[in-house]
């Protein structure tokens, strides 16, 4: 259970307290690593939520440092409602991430369904099946206004991880190719996974502005099947996974 990888990649995709742009989250991940050994590292289930830790829409929401007062009985102003909109985009980063990194992706049952929840016990909801219908949700029973939010399948996101789980499984050097960095500065991170076979780039525009960045090798885009080369236009907190053309 490696949560040493998910603290300092949530720190940048989610824009937390600890947030210190890409060259430090290469660095944090590098310092992971270092002395592990291939297979090892491989192997490592690339962990970001659990049965005691806030579910990951839950833990990008809110901003604080990791396991630090993360439920509303620590904290009354620990947001346990439906996350906005920015907190969705930031996640897919992290799933773009978490599935194209080293490491074996592990889902906390339930993230792909899109539930939140803060730390132990929220985070052991009941499941929100897609045939069943659930009472609306208090956002923070311990506090004085309360807001209500529907709860239920998110079929949006559970086609999301559908879509990443398909890349990695049919491209095994995503699981067990070489990591090279080619770029990691400010809200830009691009990084290569190669083997003999197969080369794939990954390209994360962290930031809430729009960017043009310069590709590496031409390819075409795993995600909407398009040719990509020599520029690539991100629209804000946006990625892109090219298979390069060999």
């Not at 990591?179 to 930031?207: C, G, M, P, T, W």
């Amino acid at each position: 259970m490696h949560y040493q990888q998910y603290k300092p990649a949530r720190a940048f995709f989610a824009k937390t307290l600890e947030y210190r742009g890409a060259a430090a989250l290469q660095f944090s991940l590098d310092s992971v690593f270092e002395g592990l050994s291939e297979k090892t590292a491989q192997s490592m289930m690339h962990m970001s939520a659990s049965h005691d830790a806030p579910r990951l829409l839950t833990s990008f929401y809110n901003k604080n440092k990791y396991k630090y007062k993360v439920k509303p009985g620590d904290d009354p102003l620990y947001k346990a409602g439906k996350p906005d909109e920015e907190t969705y985009k930031r996640v897919k980063l992290y799933l773009a991430h978490q599935y194209t990194f080293i490491g074996a992706p592990q889902i906390w049952a339930g993230d792909e369904m899109g539930m939140w929840g803060a730390d132990d016990p929220d985070c052991r909801k009941p499941l929100w099946w897609q045939d069943m219908t659930f009472a609306d949700e208090s956002s923070n029973p311990l506090a004085n206004r309360k807001e209500k939010f529907k709860v239920g399948f998110n079929e949006e996101l559970n086609r999301f991880y559908k879509q990443l789980i398909a890349i990695r499984k049919s491209n095994p050097v995503l699981s067990i190719g070489k990591l090279e960095y080619l770029k990691a500065k400010e809200d830009i991170l691009v990084y290569r996974r190669s083997d003999s076979q197969s080369i794939i780039d990954i390209y994360f525009n962290n930031s809430n502005d729009a960017k043009t960045l310069e590709v590496y090798k031409s390819g075409k885009s795993m995600l909407t099947n398009n040719e990509v080369a020599n520029e690539i236009n991100l629209p804000p907190l946006s990625f892109e996974i090219v298979k390069i053309n060999k």
